[in-house]
């Protein structure tokens, strides 16, 4: 967890609706948590490298849907995991993909881990809920300077 202004949680999402869903689970979450949406791959890449110069927020959590505009999430997490200070920040990848060469493919590029949306809004909620209880409360999140 970030030292001040609490968990700090990078969501990278086009989808206005999934943008909604994951910030209202998380604005009820018992964390402080700050999100910072970027709603396409270079927006993410760009985000990150600003924060690797000190510029922006360094993310605790990067929540990354596969379906992006401009570079998609599986370019976004081979050049976050190549790159030498980067690549120790959590990924999760969140995508309405189910199939097994992209889970496959997520895993080996390491992200942490791999999740299909729900298709209902109660369902959407509860996984939000389960990622933030192991992903917010259950582990330690890399301290910053």
């Known amino acids: 967890m970030s030292r001040s202004g609490g968990i700090r949680v990078l969501l990278v999402e086009d989808s206005p609706s999934d943008i909604w869903l994951v910030k209202e ?16 791959g270079i927006e ?3 985000y990150l490298h600003r924060a690797e110069k000190g510029a922006a927020d360094w993310p605790d959590l990067v929540l ?7 570079k998609n999430g599986r370019e976004v997490l081979t050049e ?6 980067l690549h120790s920040i959590p990924i999760v990848v969140l995508t309405s993909s189910n199939a097994e060469d992209d ?4 895993y080996a590029l390491s992200a942490c881990s791999f999740i299909t949306k729900p298709s209902s809004l109660p369902a959407y909620v509860d996984m939000v ?7 917010l409360g259950g582990i330690q999140l890399r301290q910053t300077a």
């Open 64 to 70: 990354l849907d596969l379906n992006l505009p401009r």
């Open 44 to 46: 993410a890449t760009e």
């Open 129 to 135: 809920r389960g990622m933030e209880k192991f992903w």
């Open 80 to 85: 976050v995991k190549a790159s030498p200070s």
């Open 103 to 106: 889970m496959r493919h997520a």
């Open 25 to 40: 689970a998380l604005r009820l979450s018992q964390f402080p948590v700050q999100v910072t949406i970027a709603r396409d």
